[in-house]
């Protein structure tokens, strides 16, 4: 991997970013391009991957993949042929709701994407790696600071915690690491409706230290830190305004 200037730190690199069409993995998709890199990007819908490539340009190509099918990731990183860095952002909407009144099956499909997705993903994106490259996955602070209903996302996050830190020893020396957001408005949301929606941010925002709700943006720094610190590996690092302080 060349290492690139101060100016374009990802300069002729090339990023695969699986669940980067929308939020924060789009938002990360925008900063490794302006950070010198070409991009991947792949969602399980066609439609998003289109609208991504039309904001993206001609840098950016995409791929219509189903990541709970591993035959299917297998594939795609056998198409792909050698890249970079990896960051894996995918998931479906969250799994919310008491244990007592949530089915097993619910829980599993919650784990199938965000966890079990993830795991596929880097099985078969390593050897295609190239030296010097890296792996970023993303968790969330409900395993810090988990409120009541939080069974299943909580330990989703815990889990790719530990399983970061176990690629990290088993990958060396490429470098694998995890982003921790806290509460950001993304698409995630989109399902409530926009009064409620922006009444929620200004509620959550006025309770943070920093006075407000994470943009995708903010997050994208941080997955753009790691891929380009070549000293950090093994590491959580959790970006969420202060709310696990509060």
Known sequence: MTIASSAFPLQNQRVVLLGGTSGIGLATAKAALAAGASVVVVSSRSQRVAEALAVLGERAE??????????AVRGLFERLGSFDHLVYSA??????????????DAIRKAFDVRVFGAIAAVKHAAPHLRPGGSVVLTSGVASLRPQKGW???????????????????????????????????????????????????AERGAALPVGRVGEPEDIAQTYLYLMTNRYATGQAVVVDGGGVLV
């Open 151 to 201: 069974t299943a996302g909580a330990s989703i996050c815990g889990a790719m915690e530990a399983f970061t830190r176990a690629l990290a020893v088993e990958l060396a020396p490429i470098r694998v690491n995890l982003v921790s957001p806290g509460f950001v408005r993304t698409p995630l949301w989109a399902g409530i409706p926009e009064a409620q929606r922006e009444a929620m941010y």
């Open 91 to 104: 998931g479906e909407s969250l799994q919310i709701g008491l244990l007592a009144e949530t089915g097993i």
């Open 62 to 71: 995409g791929h219509a993949v189903d990541l709970a099918d591993e035959a």
